[in-house]
């Protein structure tokens, strides 16, 4: 289709976005609203124009964009379908443009991610899956190119949904049937049974499991070998704790019935392998407050030799995700009776008097718990500090990663704890932070910041919530560097 094109007297083709076996994608502008916003024109071609062809593509047409109209009015994170049409024995998609990028620009081969951080991406694609397999619909093919990161405010969009495509496949076979010559799915992401044309709605969470050990590993899925009876290896590349690696072997399994059946399934066992604490806050407006920064460096290892500069407590507990914040926008908003599940227990880890410390540092410095055999602090542990300080947690050599709290010293730091997730040392995911003199934070971290969607409660239990960016909402004069 040519540059300049108008579809309709409505659609104007401003560009080609990408080109396929299933048909082409344009940028457009829509000429019938002000400022002509950008939208998403696909034009379908099926293979052939054979009369019987023709009838069966047509209702194939119709359902798909019936499906892919509702699923965009149940959920923000599947583009809105605007019009469906067809002219001259070809078909047209005109669907919301997403401003941002795909998961390919992040999960990058040899860069593997933090469990923490894979732990959240799991949360955000199944949170959007849920709605899809709700409907008893199938995506089938779920993969980082097919899963965008809005620029607005950070949410996976779930685009490009595989049972369209079926058109472009339907041709007459020699028994004058009509059936689609095309396998809908992406190697690598694809398991058995949908490469076998019978997908299930455990053939989404195959190929979710798939994402997430491919950002958790640093490694393509075409890498991953297979053991004699076709399950995947692949725990013995990363360091991944038992309960995050059991669920994402459950959902790469061989055998489609030994998966999660389901993404609210698979969401579930997440979110409550622990029993993540709630907040609860009240209504109110905001105060203007500034609190200051202190302690921006959290925790450190010297070799053998553990140093903290006024750091605390932490509380042992699963990675478990939770629904969290399910709208996001970038103005700065009022909240009433947030609630908030966090991925992280609260509850510390019981020290009997009589318990020797499995491992003491020249300073005083106290650590109780699992260490690996190159006498590294590894799993979970309770680290006591000369000041007072504690971190009660998980480790990966040296260092915080997982869940965890910290308690700050009670006579030098105006912090009083942190209840969150922890990747390579910072407070990075989902977490709170809690000021003696009331204050809290709830949201994203990042790189010991707040950062990303999250609420501020001030001392008289006021909230203000919005995005983030380096510990400070914009629009406002609130501070929260860490």
């Known amino acids: 289709m040519l540059i300049n094109t108008v579809l309709r007297n409505h659609y104007k083709i401003v560009g080609l976005l990408g080109s ?16 002509k916003p950008k939208c998403v024109v696909k034009h379908l071609k099926p293979k052939t124009s054979n009369a019987t062809v023709l009838p069966i593509a047509r209702r194939l047409f119709d359902k798909e964009a019936e499906v892919l109209y509702r699923l965009g009015n149940l959920s923000k994170q599947i583009p809105k379908l605007f019009a469906h049409f067809e002219e001259n024995g070809e078909f047209y998609l ?10 390919s620009k992040e999960i990058i081969p040899g860069q593997a991610w933090g469990e923490a951080q894979v732990v959240q991406l799991l949360q955000e694609i199944l949170e959007v899956l849920v709605v899809v397999h709700q409907q008893n619909i199938i995506h089938r093919d779920i993969k980082p190119q097919n899963l965008m990161r809005r620029r607005e405010d950070g949410k996976i969009m779930l685009i490009d949904f595989g049972a369209v495509k079926e058109i472009e496949g339907l041709a007459e076979n020699t028994q004058g049937q009509v059936t689609s010559t095309i396998i809908i799915g992406s190697n690598g992401y694809m398991p058995n049974e949908q490469a076998s044309s019978k997908p299930r709605l455990s053939s989404d969470i195959f190929a979710v499991g798939i994402v997430a050990i491919q950002a958790l590993t640093g490694r393509i899925p075409q890498e991953f070998p297979e053991d004699a009876n076709g399950e995947i290896i692949w725990r013995h590349w990363t360091n991944v704790s038992d309960r995050l690696g059991d669920i994402l072997t459950k959902m790469v399994r061989y055998n489609f019935s030994q998966r999660y059946q389901s993404a609210a399934q698979a969401l579930q066992t997440l979110a409550y392998s622990t029993s993540p604490t709630t907040i609860l806050a009240s209504t109110y407006s905001v105060s203007p407050v500034k609190p200051k920064s202190t302690n921006r460096r959290i925790f450190g290892f010297n070799g053998a030799v553990l140093t903290a500069t006024g750091i605390g407590l932490g509380v042992v507990a699963m990675l ?17 009776q947030p609630s908030i599940s966090l991925p992280c227990s609260s509850e510390l880890t019981f020290l009997p008097s009589t318990r020797k410390p499995d491992r003491k540092f020249p300073d005083g410095t106290e650590y109780y718990g699992a260490i690996d055999k190159n006498n590294n602090l590894f799993g979970k542990g309770v680290i006591i500090f000369k000041n007072g300080s504690r971190y009660d947690g998980e480790f990966n050599k040296n260092q915080r990663n997982g869940c965890g709290i910290f308690l700050y010293p009670p006579s030098s730091s105006s912090y009083k704890d942190y209840v969150g997730q922890f990747v390579k040392d910072k407070f990075e995911g989902l977490g ?16 010991g910041y707040c950062e990303g969607q999250g609420t501020f409660q001030s001392a008289d239990g006021s909230l203000k919530s919005g995005i983030w960016q380096k510990g400070e909402l914009p629009g406002s004069d609130l501070s929260c560097n860490i």
């Open 20 to 35: 396929g076996g299933f048909g082409d994608t344009y940028l457009a502008e829509d000429l019938d609203l002000p400022n």
């Open 94 to 103: 005109v669907q919301e443009f997403v401003d941002g990028h795909e998961l």
């Open 320 to 336: 478990g995700l939770s629904y969290f914040l399910k709208q996001q926008s970038p103005q700065i908003t009022e909240k009433t």
């Open 432 to 447: 709170k932070i809690r000021w003696k003199d009331g204050r809290e934070y709830r949201g994203n971290f990042k790189a």
